[in-house]
């Protein structure tokens, strides 16, 4: 009954996650697809110089979706019985998410506009700020369980 509670929490948890991320994607796509007059009728909005998708962003792509397989690595292993391959594969998703952190850090210093410029501003910081912070939970997340797994309190 606990084991079915908790997957139920858990899917219930994830199920919000993408309705309220779902939300910000719809409001960046409404602003983009169809520009008001109050920020010029064009998008980006008149006097944003949008950040390059190529460049910074492209980089950070890269670096989750690479954490996203060294983490499934560290899983199989743990499902394996490979304990040391396990806490390198933790290992090395914690320093992926820390990269991530921090560039999207110097991407929030570096960046062009600021969150009250428009709703351009507004739904980029609050997106990816919110991304962002989903990250560092999860780096601790993580961080805890490579210790857990350093202590063996995880079996096959």
């Known amino acids: 009954a606990v084991q079915q509670g908790l997957r139920m929490g858990m899917i219930l ?23 008001v007059f109050n920020i010029g009728g064009v ?11 190529w460049g910074l962003p492209l980089l950070n792509t890269i670096i989750l979706l690479s954490s996203g397989a060294s983490v499934t690595w560290a899983h199989h292993a743990i499902v394996g019985g490979f304990k040391k391959d396990a806490l390198l594969g933790l ?3 914690i320093i992926f998410a820390v990269i991530f952190t ?10 062009p506009f600021a969150m009250s410029d428009s709703v351009y501003g507004s739904v980029f910081f609050m997106a990816t700020g919110f991304h962002g912070f989903h990250v560092i939970i999860g780096t601790i997340f993580l961080f805890v369980c490579a210790f857990r797994l350093y202590l063996n309190h995880f079996s096959r």
């Open 13 to 35: 948890y994830i199920v919000s996650e993408i309705m309220f991320f779902f939300a910000f994607f719809w409001a960046f796509f409404t602003s983009s697809l169809s520009p």
């Open 102 to 111: 921090g560039l999207q850090g110097f991407e929030y210093v570096n960046a």
């Open 91 to 93: 290992v090395i998703t």
């Open 43 to 53: 998008w980006p909005p008149a006097g944003i110089e949008a950040i390059s998708p």
